[in-house]
């Protein structure tokens, strides 16, 4: 009977912001417009990087990644929860809810293993500069990426196997925009919490972990900073991780909040708000800030505007 319950699930509905009514017409030009410029800053980012040659280094080599990634991570979310904000019907297939599931956290893990990589990055080029081109050269680099793409897609192998091998035999409708991990886990019929304390303890792993790192390779480079005799030359030093360190903050704190705790203290009015944070401003707020806060970025960003101008309009 188990089985027979089980197989009725084709579908899910994502419920996501349907209780908001008119309002959605509003949150659907809102999310396209931020959804948009985002696409068109990490492809500026990518570009930028691709075509100066000046930011050919395992810094900008990192970030190109990183652009990359978060772009793939917002075309498995956004799409559908802008073409749910129009429908009468949002639902999602069993497998399409698997697939999305699998892509988000594949992606999401990724991007928190480069963010380390990146915190990695900063601790040679500021703590060990005399050797930095030689351990961080451009074949560590690839391994470096490859490691944290691999890393995080076998962390969401893990992950989707203990999610969708729960009996589905309750309602199909899950209380969010998009297929995350608490949502749907909480539709199973059986007990699910030796699943969730793994899902757990893999959290701790992706976030609690390269975080703590990524502490303690700034601790080193604090103590390095503040060893430079000429105010000029901390302040650059400080500059160079400005950057890094605000999206440490924003991503990892974000996904702390949602990732790092019971799946019973899960609230989907709250946990929704953050939601929105890390899958539709995150991506947004990279390239932003990398662009506004970095003089290497916009100088090479004003050097391809002068190369490759745009055509004049007669």
Sequence with gaps: M???NQSIITEFILIGFSTLGDLQILLFFIFLLVYLTTLMANTTIMTVIRLDRTLHTPM???LFVLSCSETCYT?????????NLLSTNPA????????QLYFFVGLACTNCFLIAVMGYDRYVAICNPLNYTLIVSRATCVQLVLASSICGFLISVVVNVLVFSVPFCASNRVNHFFCDISPVIKL?????????MVIFFLSILVLLVPFVLIFISYIFIVSTILKISSVEGQRKAFATCASHLTVVIVHYGC?????????SLYSSDKDRLVAVTYTVITPLLNPLVYTLRNKEVKTALRKVLNRYPFPKTV
Aim: aromatic letters at 18%.
């Design 2 to 4: 188990k089985k027979q």
């Design 60 to 62: 900008y080599f990192f």
């Design 75 to 83: 075309l498995v979310i956004v799409p559908k929860m802008l073409t």
């Design 92 to 99: 999602i297939s069993f497998y399409g809810c698997a697939t």
């Design 188 to 196: 199973g019929c059986t007990d699910t919490n030796l699943k969730e």
């Design 255 to 263: 996904a702390s909040f949602i990732y790092l705790r019971p799946t």
